[in-house]
């Protein structure tokens, strides 16, 4: 059976629960169909999108309801993305994985982390850029098969991981030096008043002290001014 025959067989099977009036057992059919990868070809030829609104619509199960609207969501995505790019999202997703597939002649543990990496980088909400530029082709699908996490993250990315690397080089430069020890903090994660801080001028030298705190027990650190 082709995706298509599939998702038009559960489209009828929903279409009978909703003339009957009788929705029992849409739960299931519901979860099936979010199994299925959506092509936007059977998404339109099958009209399935009516069939799962017209459910919801009838329905009073909570979960029917939720579930229904959760696919609808995804799938108008997918009509939005093709409206907006002309792009076939599902199309795509098969040759960005061919073309991975094709890099490690595989499906082993690296091709899954290549995966799984395209995956989160696409999604991320925090990106939207890179999304994007793939679905607009200004990254081919080579291209984002192949990009390490650090190009395909987003400025702003970019600059939280600048900020954390200074701080850790900051923080790793004090435990270096050494601190003092001293009960006068509480650790806000263990309760602990085993520390250990240090106080130095990060800015310039008019501004106050910023201090650094260790806990000795569990190792959380904080700093303050
Ligand atoms: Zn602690």
Redesign the pocket.
Known sequence: MTENQHVERIGRKLDKMVQKNNTDGALDLLRELKTITMSLETLQSTRVGMSVNAVRKQSSDQEVQTLAKTLIKSWKKLIDDYKTFGADCSLLAAQIEEQIFEDFKSTDIKYKARLRSRISNLKDQKNPDLRRNVLSGNISTQRIASMTSEEMASEELKKIRETLTQESIREHQLSKVGGSKTDMFV?K????KNCTYTQVQTRSADEPMTTFVV?N????RWKFC
């Open positions: 650790c994660n263990c309760r602990g806990c027990d569990c190792g959380k």
